[in-house]
T-cell receptor, first 112, second 115 residues
């Protein structure tokens, strides 16, 4: 079945690194995504990783994928107050259709 | 290039009323979908379409209808609104399926309250 889980909250100090974790159950996922949602807004794609990769780095963002454990993480280096938002991981499944299975979202709060 | 446009942004309905959430994209995307977002539950897929004239059910389709008469438009109809349909609704589109790494573009959301 399809199930994507995240912890609900994370609080960090400005300048520290943030690590947001995600676990998923469906091994047929091909791409895994991280989306950011700011208050009152839609979802913005941050980055994605193909399922045969272990790591992807994009400026302050590092995505790590442990396919054996079905664990995905997003690391944000030098976290800023503007990074405060809800972060969703999502998996794209084979079989076509505009299907993403989203996690419950992690609310990141960055404190001064 | 407007991207994905949803209207209305806010709506209050009475139980039993019907309404249509509009969604339009100007990127010539084949794939369009509707999600609802509820606290602590992430986004759940309601209906999706892989092209004009083709629609299919997602995870939570009950109480909703869709149609795709053109590539650009994908309206979501609430047939008889219920309080359980109070939610934030997002329309999304992409050139191809997410299983192929296509970027999915989201609208800004429609906040619906059913009283």
């Amino acid at each position: 079945g399809e199930d994507v889980e995240q912890s609900l909250f994370l609080s960090v100090r400005e300048g520290d690194s943030s690590v947001i974790n995600c676990t998923y159950t469906d091994s047929s996922s091909t791409y895994l995504y991280w989306y950011k949602q700011e208050p009152g807004a839609g979802l913005q794609l941050l980055t994605y990783i193909f399922s045969n990769m272990d790591m992807k780095q994009d400026q302050r963002l590092t995505v790590l994928l442990n396919k054996k454990d079905k664990h995905l993480s997003l690391r944000i280096a030098d976290t800023q107050t503007g990074d405060s938002a809800i972060y969703f991981c999502a998996e794209g499944l084979t079989g076509g259709g505009n299907k993403l299975t989203f996690g419950t979202g992690t609310q990141l709060k960055v404190e001064l | 290039n407007a991207g994905v446009t949803q209207t209305p942004k806010f709506q209050v309905l009475k139980t039993g009323q019907s309404m249509t959430l509009q969604c339009a994209q100007d990127m010539n995307h084949e794939y369009m979908s509707w999600y609802r977002q509820d606290p602590g539950m992430g986004l759940r897929l309601i209906h999706y379409s892989v092209g004009a004239g083709i629609t299919d059910q997602g995870e939570v389709p009950n109480g909703y209808n869709v149609s795709r008469s053109t590539t650009e438009d994908f309206p979501l109809r609430l047939l008889s609104a219920a309080p359980s349909q109070t939610s934030v609704y997002f329309c999304a589109s992409s050139y191809g399926p997410p299983s192929s790494g296509n970027t999915i573009y989201f609208g800004e959301g429609s906040w619906l309250t059913v009283v």
